[in-house]
């Protein structure tokens, strides 16, 4: 069983930047590929970022990349998400997933249904 608890959300302004993190419990944390994910009010929820348990693989949505940096540290058990040049559409409750992806792809890790575990998530609101 693994525990997931976001942390770093909150208002900021277009154009601004905010790093969330998301804290795992357990002693098993590099075999966990990590997801960001994220569910507007009326929206699905949607993929945002992945990264795989070594760190050396990450997969963007297209509407983040470029601006979202997905990162981890093994050691912390903790996984990041830097977010730049924020804007309105940005704006959703964001959550962090954890799964063991046997094989890890660009298709599999966009996949929520693959990712066993979710944390309770943080609200990002960007204002225009």
């Known amino acids: 069983q693994v525990q997931l608890v976001e942390s770093g959300g909150g208002l900021v302004q277009a154009?601004?930047?905010l790093r969330l993190s998301c804290a795992a419990s357990g002693r098993t944390f590099s075999s966990y590929a990590m997801g960001w994910f994220r569910q507007a009010p009326g929206k699905e929820r949607e993929f945002v970022a992945s990264?795989?348990?070594s760190g050396?693989?990450?997969v963007y949505a297209d509407s983040v990349k470029g601006r979202f940096t997905i990162s981890r540290d093994n050691a912390k058990n903790t996984?990041?998400?830097?977010m730049d040049i924020l804007k309105p559409e940005d704006?959703?409750?964001?959550?962090?997933?954890a799964g063991r992806l046997v094989y890890y792809s660009d298709y599999v890790a966009r996949d929520e249904h693959r990712y066993d575990f979710w944390g309770q998530g943080t609200q990002v609101t960007v204002s225009s």
């Open 91 to 97: 704006t959703a409750a964001y959550y962090c997933a």
């Open 15 to 17: 154009g601004g930047s």
């Open 51 to 53: 990264i795989s348990g």
């Open 56 to 58: 050396g693989t990450t």
């Open 79 to 82: 996984v990041y998400l830097r």
